[in-house]
């Protein structure tokens, strides 16, 4: 089955810098890569998501980067905010799957 | 509120009781899953209900675990003779579609077994 492996598991910035978390898959069937944001005692949430016919999507101060030759891809949080402090997950599926496969998650402090 | 509703939000209890836990999906999502989440790692897929079939289950669910989703509405999740290493956040979600149409997640049930 697909394995997805997640870096760093902790990182801590200065407000208003970019964080970068990354991610690989083992499966080089998958093809669709959401990344979840859950705040402490509360669901994880769908902040963005990229399927592996494009390379980068941005929303605002969010973008993901996908390699599909390399099998990673990767969050970017540009300007951060204290507001943005929160576990972020990525995961992994397939066309016709029913399942994701998450990562093992990366506690973001963003320092005020 | 129109999201994923789980109940309860925490449920205590001693090794070896039963335990019950439902989730309410999104009422136009015909798609319903179980996962588990245990502390620091992310969440694992536990299983599926298309409508009111059951059409795929982990490995992670034991005979212990049973699911059911009788009217192809809300969910129950059930666990027999409860045993330590089940206490984890047992996450419910629904989607209108496949996986890879974006889940939306419950709050969760958070079990603990003493």
């Known amino acids: 089955g697909e394995n997805v492996e997640q870096h760093p598991s902790t990182l801590s910035v200065q407000e208003g810098d970019s964080a970068v978390i990354k991610c690989t898959y083992s499966?080089?069937?998958?093809?669709?890569f959401p990344w979840y944001k859950q705040e402490l005692g509360k669901r994880p949430q769908l902040i963005i998501d990229?399927?592996?016919?494009?390379g980068e999507k941005k929303d605002q101060r969010i973008a993901v980067t996908l390699n599909k030759t390399a099998k990673h891809f990767s969050l970017h949080i540009t300007e951060t905010q204290p507001e943005d402090s929160a576990v972020y997950f990525c995961?992994?599926?397939?066309?016709?799957?029913?399942?994701?496969?998450f990562g093992t998650g990366t506690r973001l402090t963003v320092i005020p | 509120d129109t999201g994923v509703s789980q109940d309860p939000r925490h449920k205590i209890t001693k090794r070896g009781q039963n335990v019950t836990f439902r989730c309410d999906p999104i009422?136009?999502?015909?798609?319903l899953y179980w996962y588990r989440q245990t502390l620091g790692q992310g969440p694992e897929f536990l299983t599926y209900?298309?409508?009111?079939?059951?059409?795929?289950k982990s490995r992670l669910l034991s005979d212990r675990f049973s699911a059911e989703r009788p009217k192809g509405s809300f969910s129950t999740l059930e666990i027999q003779r409860t045993e330590q290493g089940d206490s984890a956040m047992y996450l419910c979600?629904?989607?209108?579609?496949?996986?890879?149409?974006?889940?939306?997640f419950g709050s969760g049930t958070r079990l603990t077994v003493v």
């Open positions: 009422s136009e999502h015909n798609r």
């Open positions: 995961a992994a599926s397939q066309t016709g799957a029913n399942n994701l496969f």
């Open positions: 990229i399927r592996s016919n494009v």
């Open positions: 499966d080089s069937a998958s093809n669709y």
């Open positions: 209900f298309q409508n009111e079939a059951q059409l795929e």
């Open positions: 979600a629904s989607s209108r579609g496949l996986a890879n149409y974006g889940y939306t």
